[in-house]
């Protein structure tokens, strides 16, 4: 793969879901490409079908006839090695018998030595500011460090693509904008691809190269905004910037736009 072919090729993508005895079309042609390093930003009303789209791109849902999903060549029928996905639900994605680094581990385990992947267990516990918790279990921590362990755990597989499903809508303000950058910070220094589902229009202009807005029943793509603004982003001159309350505007615009 050259270096700025997509990361994900969307072609006609529909999802369909079964419910009782009637069909309810979820996704319906959905076409997009995501490229490689680039900070991709889904929103849309709750319930438009945000987590199906991430499932779809790890080939967890069925998709309509005629669909297509590829990741780097090859078409996603089950999650691509080098793809992430940071649940929605952390509470559900921990297991409560493992201490935090064992949690961490499960990426891991089997797929590299020992010694690398206790470093890479710190490491990533580290970069969460949660380094002193190793040995905790997940049920003693609150929700804020549990969706961090989550975190963590993504991070240490040192992925290609982060599939996040809203990662910290559950986490207080503070935590929150420090997240933000640290997560930014990443991105830069890994170039790893993000596809980034948010309800908050702030957080998805704040990180984003791009925002994609589904809405409809079936949801399909409304609009699309680029987020031309400069890097490395900064919670306060960025947020200050004409550029960045405009496309804020727009955003807001687009999400409370009539479905169609
Ligand atoms: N396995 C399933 N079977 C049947 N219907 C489903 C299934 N999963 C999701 N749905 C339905 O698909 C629609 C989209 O759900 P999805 O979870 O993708 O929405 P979302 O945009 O992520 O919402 P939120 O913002 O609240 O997280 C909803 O109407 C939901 O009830
Ligand atoms: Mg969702």
Avoid at 106 to 125: C, H, Q
Avoid at 157 to 172: H, I, K, S, T, Y
Avoid at 213 to 237: C, F, K, M, S, W
Wanted: with cysteine; proline share 5%.
């Amino acid at each position: 793969m050259t270096l700025n072919s997509p990361s994900y090729q969307v072609v006609n993508l529909g999802v369909d879901f079964i419910v009782g005895r009637e069909k309810k079309s979820i996704l319906s042609e959905l076409n997009f490409t995501v490229g490689k390093g680039e900070f991709l930003s889904i929103c849309g009303p709750s319930g438009t079908g945000k987590t199906t789209l991430l499932r779809a791109l790890c080939g967890l849902v069925a998709t309509t006839p005629g669909s297509l999903v590829r990741y780097a060549e090859d078409e996603v029928t089950s999650p691509p090695e080098g793809v992430v996905l940071v649940f929605q639900n952390y509470s559900a994605s921990l297991l409560p018998w493992r201490s935090v680094a064992r949690n961490v581990a499960l990426g891991l385990e089997g797929k590299v030595p020992r010694a690398e992947m206790n470093e890479r267990i710190s490491r990533a516990l580290e970069l969460v500011g949660l380094a002193g918790s190793k040995k905790d279990y997940p049920w003693r921590l609150s929700g804020g460090m549990q969706q961090r362990v989550q975190i963590a755990r993504a991070l240490a597989v040192r992925p290609d693509v982060l599939l996040m499903d809203e990662p910290f809508g559950a986490l207080d303000a503070m935590t929150k904008s420090a997240m933000q950058d640290e997560l930014q910070r990443l991105r830069d220094a890994t170039n790893a691809t993000v596809v980034f589902v948010t309800h908050d229009i702030e957080e998805a202009v704040y990180l984003s190269d791009r925002v994609l807005v589904i809405n409809g029943t079936p949801a399909t793509i409304t609009h699309e905004i680029g987020v031309d603004l400069p890097r490395p982003r900064d919670q306060i001159t960025t947020k200050e910037s004409d550029e960045y309350l405009k496309l804020r505007h727009k955003v807001h615009q687009a999400i409370h736009a009539v479905a169609p």
